[in-house]
């Protein structure tokens, strides 16, 4: 038997002789890309957030196009997300108890269907506005259900010291699909509407059920207690608490959420009514939102990957909110896209320093629950803050904006990495 240290010996001989003898450093998002499992969910799930994007922001113009109506616009938005607000909890401990390739890859399925039956009902000639909302909400409750699985299964695709590179290229991910989903899709849209683009987005689903199928990750979480469920459901909970730095994680994750990153929701409306833009225009400027913030989220994971996440969180949140401030104020198109840049750069550069502070404190046994609720914080209370102001956004749109570029200083005013570092937090 090979000793664990000549094991990690061979192992990168037998990378150098596979890709090339090309040097590279441990932690960072090449390092983590040469793990063969780990490409291929991430293939497959890029594939798939392609077409959810498409989906996702088409959805909000197409409800302002159907309804004229910013609440409305929230309503959707909030349907989208909204359900991780509430099931996060439950997907973490169905995460961390049953067969996760299952309940992952029937999850996929179930949203696939749902998205079919989405495009059928816009393709009809009159289509009920109740039925599109309970579409968009199953197809929401179901990826709450399976995102803290998809976000469990990450650390175990990579070795601990590579976590960071694949936290990194997981936001990048995310950020890429932004980018081409809203391009693809503003252009599918203007040419043949919305149903196709909803039809397509059912289609991509197939990619992420083949990764998931194909890639060898552990299927349980390991050991389980056997504490009464409403015990471990609110485990994430009690494990938050305890932790100081996991608290601060989810706090402040919490609170960036509803206040300052509810422009991504309004977002429609802040192009029809402060820059006027066209259709296909409006689907470039999210596209270039999510341009910044993968550009924000590899240089974590590059640039930045042997410097201390916590010493970027304090200037990360002060320039975001200057940038965000001036998007708000700005009326000038070409302006607006740079800005629109500039926002999503930082806005995931704070992100991808939080997601790898927590998942570098978590333990495997911990993490569906624990991140159930990074879940619940990231995804579901955005669409929560837009819900409360989508009813205003049409009317008060720059003032939405300049209430969350406020929070995000006060944020920073939290976010020493003096402070952090005396809580615990990795200096890494």
């Known amino acids: 038997m090979v000793p664990s240290s000549r094991g990690s010996q061979l192992e990168d001989v037998e990378d150098a002789l596979v890709d090339g003898d090309v040097a590279y450093q441990r932690g960072t998002a090449a390092a983590a890309f040469r793990h063969r499992d780990f490409r291929i969910v991430y293939i497959g799930t890029f594939s798939s957030n392609v077409g959810t994007w498409m989906q996702n922001v088409i959805l909000g113009k197409y409800a302002l196009d159907l309804t004229h109506s910013g609440a409305f616009v929230g309503l959707l938005y909030f349907g989208q997300l909204g359900p991780l607000l509430f099931l996060s909890m439950m997907g973490g ?6 067969d996760r390739r299952r309940l992952l890859v029937g999850l996929q399925i179930v949203q696939g269907a749902l998205s079919f039956g989405l495009a059928a009902v816009v393709w009809s000639g009159h289509p009920s506005r109740v039925l599109i909302v309970a579409l968009v909400f199953a197809i929401g409750i179901a990826n709450a259900l399976g995102a803290p699985g998809l976000s469990a299964i990450l650390p175990t695709l990579v070795p601990r010291e590579d976590l960071n590179g694949a936290v990194a290229l997981t936001s990048v991910q995310m950020n890429l699909s932004r980018v081409i989903g809203p391009a693809i ?38 050991t389980v207690g056997a504490e009464r469920p409403k015990h471990r459901l609110l485990d994430g909970v009690r494990i938050a608490r305890a932790d100081p730095v996991i608290r601060y994680v989810l706090l402040t994750l919490l609170s960036f959420s509803f206040f300052s990153v509810t422009f991504v929701g309004i977002m429609p409306v802040i192009a029809d009514n402060n820059l006027h833009l066209s259709d296909v225009a409006y689907a470039l400027l999210y596209a270039t939102f999510g341009i910044g913030a993968a550009a924000g989220a590899f240089t974590v994971g590059s640039v930045f990957a042997q410097r201390s996440k916590v010493a970027l969180l304090r200037p990360g949140f002060v320039l975001f909110a200057v940038a965000l401030a001036a998007f708000g104020l700005v009326r ?34 911990q993490r569906g629950r624990v991140m159930a609720l990074w879940i619940m914080f990231f995804g579901g209370t955005v669409p929560l ?28 005013g939290f976010s020493g990495a003096r402070s952090l570092r005396a809580k615990g937090a990795p200096d890494d």
């Open 385 to 412: 803050g837009v819900l409360v102001a989508g009813p205003f956004a049409k009317s008060y749109s720059t003032e939405v904006l300049l209430v969350g570029a406020a929070w995000a200083l006060v944020l920073a």
């Open 332 to 365: 000038n198109v070409p302006a607006a896209f740079v800005l629109i840049a500039i926002v999503g750069y930082l806005y995931f550069l704070v992100v991808t320093c939080l997601s790898t502070i927590i998942q570098r404190r978590l333990r495997d046994e």
């Open 93 to 98: 401990l169905l995460a961390d108890r049953v």
């Open 185 to 222: 899709g503003g252009f599918v849209f203007a040419a043949l509407d919305a149903g196709p683009v909803f039809a397509i987005n059912a289609v991509t689903y197939v990619f992420a059920v083949i990764g998931l199928l194909w890639a060898h990750y552990p299927r349980f979480a390991g």
